[in-house]
């Protein structure tokens, strides 16, 4: 599966914006699919994920109740809607899917290298 992810840009702090990834090639629906985002020199961060037919989204701390990852499976489209934009949340954002019937818990939904495959980033930069 290709994936390409858009619509990063400069927001003002507690302001919100809409990423989008557009998946091509195999049945997007066998994927499960995750946000994360890095800072250059650091590692990856874990930002968000949802199961194949998304039923389950999970999200660390550091996000929980600010972003929310959806999922149009007829779209072959996932979808994180950032709102209380802060100044920290500033890095590049990458999609990411999940080639594997196991289960995801949400230990491995935060694990980069139990993603398959990687789009490009795109660039969120939050003004303070």
């Known amino acids: 599966v290709q994936l390409q992810a858009f619509g990063g840009g400069l927001v003002q702090a507690g302001g919100s914006l809409r990423l989008s990834c557009a998946a091509s090639?195999?049945?997007?629906?066998?994927?499960?699919m995750g946000w994360f985002r890095q800072a250059p020199g650091k590692e990856r961060d874990f930002v968000a994920a949802?199961?194949?037919?998304?039923?389950?989204?999970y999200y660390p701390d550091s996000v929980k109740d600010r972003f929310t990852m959806s999922r149009d499976n007829a779209k072959n489209m996932v979808y994180l809607e950032m709102n209380s934009l802060k100044p920290e949340d500033t890095t590049v954002y990458y999609c990411a899917a999940r080639d594997n019937f196991a289960i995801m818990s949400s230990r491995t939904a935060q694990d980069p290298a139990n993603y398959d495959y990687w789009g490009q980033g795109t660039q969120v930069t939050v003004s303070s």
């Open positions: 949802i199961t194949r037919r998304g039923g389950w989204t």
């Open positions: 090639g195999r049945t997007f629906s066998a994927y499960d």
